[in-house]
């Protein structure tokens, strides 16, 4: 070797390490601000107390859209503006009762909540129980055995395994199609085991759909522990169930995803998105989904401004709306950008909740997730280990579409204690640890450093 | 190369992988086990609402000898029996009253918790309070600033420390030394900050020491918002401190550390050693501190029997006594181990929580750390990544010098929740989770499979 390259070899190895280095002590500084002056917690009480839960079409959701403008107006990033969609809206109405009457005429009184998007049931509904233990059990059925009955689709996570994600993907067809399959065999409603980790008396609602063609049947969810009762009574002897919902779907609404934005210093037309989802379901507070990511976002670029960062791209924060029951605003925020003749060059996403981070999954080349991996070794000392391909988020997937090649990074913290509070009542701020919250905004906000920084 | 020599490194690698390929086949099995058929929730729901908080010589941790006697001769070990030992007992006592009393004679009632230890106030004790923010600032203060005074210790965590231990432990001399440093300048008696992460109003206790020749003054600890109130309160003006504690120490008693035994196939004198500690400090219910750890070894050795899994060596749980305040049951162990020509091969502990599993660390040489390491890729698929060198635990750190060269391992849980609940009225059953608890019974049993296995 000429002592020309090897010299050429010396400076690039040096530079590396140098470059490593650097990034070293700036995330040791990402991490400081963020628990040790970070606004994280107080930010998501207040979000999480002042508006509570946000469901698409609702004041709620109103008040959350002038909140983030505030909020992110507050930080004093360079823009900050609203990008107007149009928004399903679904109301849960106020009649959500529930029974199940044995053959001695016993009445148990269950706790439900209807499933977003369902009719109601237009007075009270009652009809003989049918139990099946997945979608696939139910679409095997004779239609004899469904017709005029009121469907239990009790299918548990599979404990077993260790992602608890990967657990709520297998059960996910009960909740999202049980409606449509259990209508194609004439039942007149359907109830669906809750989808939790946890024994519990908490039903977790979430979005499900309908089919033209097929009779819109009304869904409601049941806690897990009640879905259980209800399996082993049947084992026994004929149950009635009796139900009443007065939920209905309105016409879509106005809304607004909130904007924020560090302009690049040499690249401006280059964007790196970030976000999670404004919105949420209207049981809780919609702390974990996705008030924590709502925070994670806002405060990775907080603290990228309070450091003095001059990003060489476009730095964008996004709170997006409408994730739970349509997706309009990713739809639209893609589709805006691509028109606006932007390039977005990466994006990322946190909707798995407030917990203690464990890494990054990416969506995109080998090359991308080889990039990724780059990061593990600076990430060390922080205690995450996650970085592999996976999915990155629900809001920023129909960025893939408008701009080809782009990485879809997603935020992975611990999932084992995500199914206890998803879409459910317990989703409240006390169920967010202050330490795993911060510790989740600075690794937020240290991979858009690096992305900013390596993304080419 | 010969053709030989080829055929046996081809057999030796085809031999190593198909150990690998065993041990990851086993360890799924001992991971579906704790997950889908584990005790550990209901045995440590068990403990801790049927025993409770058990602080050594408590008549509620005589019952905790019982109860872990009855759960271990319920598993059908081959071996269970107790080992007498003496510990000291120390009573709370029931009187425990703080209030401040401002210039304007204005009270603020306190809530305090004696340290473990303490003697008590002889009545109602007031004096002037005065504010130190370590004890390095204690120890550097003029006599004539402390003499006569209560000795208010405030120092916090440290937020910046992405592990917890290092910040507790680099505020555990105010809580085991305070009292010796105070008294040495003439204090009367001393108040420490609670050693946890969080801003709240729950006081931690835990053990505190006095030195031959320096007066034994009364201890107590603070919740962290009360020792703030107080420090800034002091800024302004001087402070009356008052309280009572009548707390005290008694002589020591008799107690058990609880042992059970699968007999090594091939070398049942050689003993791998496992367990947790079954005393816990008196606030809450001992669930994080040591149920967990407990609960964790029980289940470890269940589910191995379960399997029908035939150790080679002699695997041992104990459930050590009097870990929190006089380790009596670690020392009584070790000693009586050597005394009996036992050869310790291997220890572990579990003693920082029943949260979601990071890893093991090593006390141990570097070849035994590098041993260790050949585990991290058997365990990838259940989200362990700490293997490292580290500290074992204090029930089995003295067997480090009855046993040379032993290798001790400490279980690695998650910190960041740790310190919420450590030594105070939180740490009850409620504030673990099911799953987190399962996932470190699987880690800790996996873990004894491949100490008996691969250690030498």
């Not at 924020?260 to 790196?272: D, H, L, S, V």
């Not at 309070?306 to 476009?314: G, I, M, R, S, V």
Request: charge should be negative.
């Amino acid at each position: 070797m000429s002592k020309r390259k090897l010299l050429l070899l010396f400076i690039l190895a040096f530079s590396q390490t140098f470059a490593q280095k650097n990034d070293s002590i700036f995330i040791r500084k990402i991490y400081d601000q963020a628990l040790s002056e970070g606004h994280s917690y107080e930010d998501l009480r207040s979000l999480c107390k002042d508006v509570g839960a946000r469901l698409s079409g609702s004041s709620q959701a109103e008040m959350a859209v002038e909140w983030g403008k505030n909020k992110l107006q507050s930080y004093n990033f360079d823009k900050v503006y609203l990008q107007e969609i149009q928004v399903p809206h679904w109301e849960r109405g106020t009649k959500e009762s529930a029974w199940v009457k044995t053959k001695e005429g016993k009445l148990i009184s269950l706790k439900i909540l209807a499933l977003g998007g369902s009719v109601g049931t237009n007075g009270t509904l009652r009809a003989e129980l049918v139990v099946f233990h997945s979608l696939d059990d139910l679409k095997k059925a004779k239609e004899s055995d469904v017709k005029g009955k009121i469907v239990l689709l009790n299918q548990p996570f599979d404990e077993k395994m260790v992602n608890t994600f990967k657990a709520y993907g297998a059960c996910y067809p009960i909740r999202g199609d049980g409606a449509v399959e259990a209508a194609k065999l004439g039942a007149v409603g359907v109830v669906v085991r809750s989808l939790g980790s946890s024994q519990d008396l908490h039903p977790h609602t979430g979005s499900m759909h309908y089919e033209d063609k097929v009779n819109k049947i009304p869904a409601a969810a049941i806690a897990t522990e009640q879905a259980d009762l209800l399996d082993n009574l049947s084992k026994k002897e004929k149950l009635e169930f009796i139900f009443e919902l007065d939920c209905k779907s309105l016409p879509d609404v106005k809304s607004y995803n909130v904007i924020g934005e560090i302009t690049g210093t040499e690249f401006p037309n280059e964007i790196i998105t970030f976000g999670g989802h404004l919105d949420s379901w209207d049981a809780g507070e919609g702390a974990h989904d996705d008030g924590a990511g709502i925070i994670h976002s806002i405060e990775a670029l907080r603290i990228l401004k309070a450091l003095n960062f001059k990003p060489k791209h476009t730095l964008r924060v996004v709170l997006f709306m409408n994730e739970e029951n349509g997706n309009k605003g990713g739809l639209t925020y893609a589709a805006w950008s691509k028109e606006k003749g932007e390039k977005q060059i990466a994006a990322l996403e946190s909707d798995r909740g407030g917990f203690a981070p464990r890494g990054f999954s990416c969506d995109g080349s080998n090359e991308q997730v080889a990039l990724l991996q780059t990061f593990q070794k600076t990430f060390e000392p922080y205690e995450l280990h996650v970085f592999e391909k996976g999915y990155g988020g629900v809001d920023i997937n129909p960025l893939k579409s408008s701009f080809e090649g782009i990485p879809l990074f997603g935020f992975v913290p611990d999932s084992q204690r995500y199914f206890d509070f998803h879409h459910a009542e317990s989703d409240v701020f006390e169920s967010v640890n202050k330490r795993e919250l911060e510790l989740g905004c600075a690794a937020v906000s240290s991979m858009i450093y690096l992305l900013d920084s390596y993304v080419k």
